[in-house]
């Protein structure tokens, strides 16, 4: 199957939907994921690293996101009423970067939602529509790596079924100058199905984001 790079359309699922992220977003982005804990083990260079306000935050969107290389995208909550006060909440961002389509590759990361957001539907629908959608355009390998100290992290990374391919040692450098080791992982095309199973069996059970 020859690989082709996706369109930045809209992906929408039962609790989430994922828009291209534009620079409109900015704000609400900044208000749902600008806190030390969400920095604190790595994202974004670490809590060294947060912009301290939304319009610095804006500023900085095209050097934080991937918008050369894929889709950013801005992770609004999906769940309850449709004209509800949290229909279309911004919960936070993802991507879906590094596309290679000369060697079928691309890499899920610069992903992060509002604390409330942990431990529900979010992340693992997110991961089952941003892999659809890789998988639909053909490619073979979807890399989904985080800081190796992020312990939370590498959890939820392995929790969806992606597979340790090890330790990138001081393969960045933080905010504060540290060296970031990273921890590596993926997902195979031939491994998709299962994992796919894996996810909707999850978010058969799973949280709604919340709604407040």
């Not at 890789?134 to 985080?146: C, L, N, S, W, Y």
Request: aromatic residues 8%.
């Amino acid at each position: 199957m020859t690989a082709t790079r996706p369109e930045p359309t809209p992906l929408i699922g039962r609790f989430v939907r994922l828009d291209p992220l534009v620079g409109t977003d900015a704000a609400d982005l900044f208000g749902a994921i600008a806190r030390p804990e969400v920095y604190e083990f790595g994202y974004g260079g670490g809590v060294a690293g947060m912009p301290s306000d939304s319009a610095t935050f804006e500023r900085e969107l095209a050097s934080h996101y991937p918008f050369a290389t894929g889709i950013p995208f801005t992770v609004r909550n999906a769940s309850g009423s449709a004209t509800g006060p949290a229909s279309g909440r911004v919960i936070g961002t993802t991507s879906l970067g590094d596309i290679d389509v000369l060697n079928h590759g691309a890499h899920i990361g610069w992903t992060a939602y509002h604390p409330a957001a942990w431990g529900t539907a979010v992340n693992p629908e997110c991961k089952l529509l941003l892999l659809t959608l890789a998988f639909d355009a053909g490619f073979e390998r979807v890399k989904i790596q985080t800081d190796a100290v992020n312990a939370r992290s590498r959890a939820a990374i392995a929790k969806l079924g992606a597979s340790f391919e090890g330790i990138l040692r001081h393969h960045k450098i933080r905010a504060d100058g540290t060296w970031r080791d990273t921890a590596v992982y993926s997902v195979l095309a031939g491994e998709w199905p299962d994992v796919r199973a894996q996810l909707q069996e999850r978010l058969e059970h799973a949280a709604a984001p919340p709604l407040t």
